[in-house]
């Protein structure tokens, strides 16, 4: 790579980090907001809080990598131009290709970074998520009893804990079941152990009182026991779902599109969602592209390149627009997919041919004298 493609990389890399972990920190505090009842009413521990929310990141990367691209290329160019080193450039011969390539080099490093992001990192990060939301939303620990206060569940039941201690066990332990409509029952404990089994939760009291009174006909009846479990049962709120559209590899997503067990439907989701997998990546190249042609092609302006800037990201607006409607559309209609694949190659061939066919300068100036003699 030679000194000038270096020069303008290195600018164009430090804008894009920039923006890049910029747009990632704002949707990072926005998605963590989810999880802050967490924190406070159900005591997710803070390290957890930070894993579950940055595993969200990789596939925020996917999404901002282009749009960062697009803005770090577009300012890079325009103040190569307001600093008149893209004047000079031109003006000693040198081609729009060859100042692009630089846009074009981090178009394709980044396309291909993406490609292992969206492919491994994503699906080993959501199904990571998802393992530790399940744990989360089920555990019967910590997380869904709180000291000193009293905690419902589904099916009539509260349980009152006074004090966790550090071995495990709890202290000062008060059940309510009212399960059954002809009787409720009130159990109270000195100690506890938690236990979660493949039913259900479950705790082991120690040396309580168990008391019954009868609704309909008011009978009381009050026992005492040196052991004596209560079976919360099934008491989870969510169960663990089979891997979702952005859990599965590319290779996954088209086995399950051809498996005939499967609805036409779903076939066309998952064959869709593939080739979008496929695609996502290359517009960073084609964002890149569109950045930098328009600022290149076009000629000089003192009052400045809004017009050029303006008609650039309108470009990659409808760009993006279709991609996204497009990738609905196709797990509706599988003919679509084509349109997906337009969407992305049209532009790259586009702005291709322009910065080709873009003159340099000073050859330009030796044509006009030589038809001027």
Sequence with gaps: MKKLDIYITKQIMTGFLLVALSLMSMLWLTQSLKFVEMVTNKGLPVYLFVEMTSLLMPRVFGILSPIALFVAVMFVYNRLITDSELIVMKAVGISSVVIARAAIFMGVALALFNVFVLNVGVPAA????????????????????????????????????????????????????????????????????????????????????????????????????????????????????????REKSISELFAEADNP???????????????????TP?????????????LLIANFNRRGQGKVITISILAMIVV????????????????????????????????????YKTPVLHKKKAKEKADEV
Excluded at 154 to 163: S, V
Excluded at 229 to 242: E, L, M, N
Aim: glycine share 6%.
């Design 126 to 245: 959501e199904n990571k998520f998802r393992e530790l939301e399940f744990e989360v939303k089920n555990s019967f620990t910590k997380m869904m009893l709180r000291e000193g206060m009293f905690t419902s569940f589904k099916g009539n039941m509260t349980i009152f804990i006074d004090k966790f201690l550090d071995d495990g066990t709890v202290k000062g332990i008060l059940v309510s079941d009212s399960k059954k409509t002809t009787e409720k029952v009130v159990t109270v404990a000195e100690t506890g152990t938690l236990e979660y089994t493949e039913t259900g939760p479950k705790i082991l009291l120690k040396n309580g009182t168990r008391q019954t009174m009868n609704r309909k006909s008011g009978q009381f009846s009050s026992m005492t026991f040196d052991d004596y479990v209560v079976d919360f049962g099934d008491i989870s709120k969510a169960r663990k779902k089979d891997k979702g559209v």
């Design 261 to 279: 067990k499967i609805a036409p439907k779903e076939a066309r989701r998952f064959r869709a969602e593939a080739h979008r997998r496929i695609l």
């Design 282 to 294: 290359f517009y960073n190249l084609v964002f890149a592209l569109l950045a930098c042609t328009g």
């Design 320 to 355: 993006q627009v279709l991609d996204m409607t497009f990738a609905n559309m196709a797990r509706k209609h599988e003919w679509i997919v084509f349109l997906m694949y337009a969407n992305c190659i049209l532009p790259l061939i586009i702005c291709g041919g322009l910065l």
